[in-house]
């Protein structure tokens, strides 16, 4: 009886190509299209699949994926922000839109139909539209952080979240620094609208940039580092928030401490139950800040 001649081994996933390369992993004979190299020989593609599922994906000393050394959310920020004062302008279909209208000796933009419709004031000033937040419009505590009088606004604000918001998101991770530059700027229009007059309206992301300024401190403490260079430029801004006529106080100082609080639940949450120790602490702020709005809209209806 003769013996059949020995067959050669043919990839796995194409049964056309001999081969006589297999799997470290598995055994599997694999061509050269579906060699994968690893530490020592070759894999296949679904075990390194299986291996890449296995490995636990590195996070920062926050809890945060890695990803956000790319800064994806800041620019994401910043092109919001940009977005909404050309539709600004768009709006006004007027120059002083961009530059031209009272504030910082005249080089701030006016006031358009778009920030009329998404600012921050209690009940409508004169020209505005007839709703304000008392009125039921709450939406505006969220737009007014993406809208600016002017570029002159703008450009200040998104510089200071180019800086700030780089390292910020570095160290927490896309996820958690989009909720601090949000529950920050919800912070500072909160206060605007608990502290400020009842027509005033108040727009700009400079609520949330304050809150940025506190989180950078207490995350680059929380790391050890030294953070003697960011104090005097908190204190410049302090000092512009109470010298310059037209400065929402409360916005600027409401965003400092919603914003400091927030960092605060993100850099001290134990290792142990880290995400659901910073979920619950946002949330709770949240309901907090949802607390003051309603006691201001039943203040101003009364």
């Known amino acids: ?37 690893a530490s020592v020989g070759h894999q296949c593609p679904e075990c390194v699949d299986q291996g890449r599922r296995s490995v636990r994906p590195a996070r920062t000393a926050f809890g ?16 919001v922000n940009v977005l909404f004062l050309l539709l600004s302008i768009a709006s006004a279909r007027s120059g002083n839109a961009a530059v031209g209208g009272s504030g910082f000796g005249g080089l ?18 004169p020209g505005f539209l007839p709703d304000g937040i008392a009125d039921g419009d709450y939406y505006r505590l969220v737009t007014a952080m993406f809208l600016h009088y002017g570029v002159l606004h703008l450009l200040l ?18 996820v958690r620094f989009a ?22 309206a108040t727009v700009g992301a400079s609520t949330a940039v304050f809150g940025l300024f506190a989180a950078l401190i207490i995350i680059e403490r929380r790391l050890g580092r030294d953070i003697s260079r960011i104090i005097p430029i908190l204190v410049i801004n302090l000092v512009f928030t109470l010298a310059v006529p037209g400065i ?21 949450a134990p290792r142990g139950r880290r995400t659901l120790v910073q979920a619950a602490g946002g949330a709770i702020i949240l309901l907090v800040l949802l607390a003051l709005v309603l006691f201001r809209t039943a203040q101003l209806l009364t």
């Open 64 to 79: 945060g994926g890695t990803a956000g050394r790319h800064g994806y959310v800041t620019k994401a920020l910043i092109a």
């Open 157 to 174: 604000n998104m510089w200071a979240l180019w800086v700030l918001g780089r390292s910020l998101e570095a160290n927490l991770g896309r």
């Open 248 to 268: 929402s106080i409360p916005g600027h100082l409401g965003g400092l401490v919603v914003g400091g609080l927030m960092a605060l639940v993100l850099a001290y």
């Open 1 to 37: 009886m003769s013996e059949s001649p020995p067959t050669t081994p043919v990839c796995y996933r194409h049964p056309g190509r001999e081969t006589y390369v297999r799997c470290t992993r598995c055994d599997r004979p694999i061509c050269p299209d579906c060699m994968r190299e």
């Open 179 to 200: 909720a601090l530059y949000l529950i920050a700027g919800l912070g500072g229009n909160v206060a605007a609208y608990l502290f400020s007059a009842q027509n005033a």
């Open 108 to 125: 701030m933009g006016e006031s358009t139909p778009l920030t009329r419709w998404g600012a921050v004031y209690g009940l409508a000033p």
